[in-house]
């Protein structure tokens, strides 16, 4: 299932295992967005540079 955006207690909640939840914790007290992509797929570190929207942002709000 994906998801476009998630919060970090939506993380936290659903068990998703993207990060460890002391990571998770860390972004959520920094406020830093993260966003989950497929590593494997070719091009993909660039799209995400020129601020594609793919994968997943976890952030403080939806």
């Known amino acids: 299932m994906l998801f476009r955006s ?12 993207i990060m460890d939840a002391t990571a998770i914790s860390l972004c959520m ?4 967005p993260i966003i989950v992509f497929n590593l494997m797929e070719n091009g993909n570190i660039k799209r995400i540079l020129m601020g594609e929207k793919i994968g997943t942002t976890v952030w403080r709000k939806n």
């Not at 970090?8 to 659903?14: A, E, M, R, S």
């Open 6 to 17: 998630l919060t970090y207690i939506d993380v936290l909640k659903k068990g998703l295992k």
């Open 29 to 32: 007290d920094n406020n830093l």
